[in-house]
Nanobody, 122 residues
Framework: QVQLVESGGGLVQHGGSLRLSCAAS????????MGWYRQAPGKQRELVAV???????NYTDSVKGRFTISRDNAKNTVALQMNSLKPEDTAVYYC????????????????WGQGTQVTVSS
């Protein structure tokens, strides 16, 4: 079993900053990609940023230059530093990881955190 626990959401003013963190725990053998998604009210969940096992990062266009994803492989954690926040960044942010467990080697399974609310006031 694998759990992803997020922290760091909250309320911030337009132009402010927040840092989201996510820690994966459980019977982890290896983790492929780790990333952040978000879902605003009435909208579909979208990819915000991803950090692959090869060290490649990718961002959705709307956050490029403002958000930075980082990853600590030794600790199985991923973080999202969000600067210059805008009201349109308001959403529930979800951590996602593709994990190979010790019990099922050879297969990566997608796991999700419970979500953390980010609200940016204008």
């Amino acid at each position: 079993q694998v759990q992803l626990v997020e922290s760091g959401g909250g309320l911030v003013q337009h132009g402010g900053s927040l840092r989201l963190s996510c820690a994966a725990s459980g019977t982890i053998f290896s983790i492929n990609a780790m990333g952040w998604y978000r879902q605003a009210p009435g909208k579909q969940r979208e990819l915000v940023a991803v950090f692959t096992s090869a060290g490649i990062t990718n961002y959705t266009d709307s956050v490029k230059g403002r958000f930075t994803i980082s990853r600590d492989n030794a600790k199985n954690t991923v973080a999202l530093q969000m600067n210059s926040l805008k009201p349109e960044d308001t959403a529930v942010y979800y951590c996602e990881a593709r994990v190979m467990t010790a019990q099922v080697k050879g297969l990566y399974t997608e796991y999700w955190g419970q979500g953390t609310q980010v609200t940016v006031s204008s």
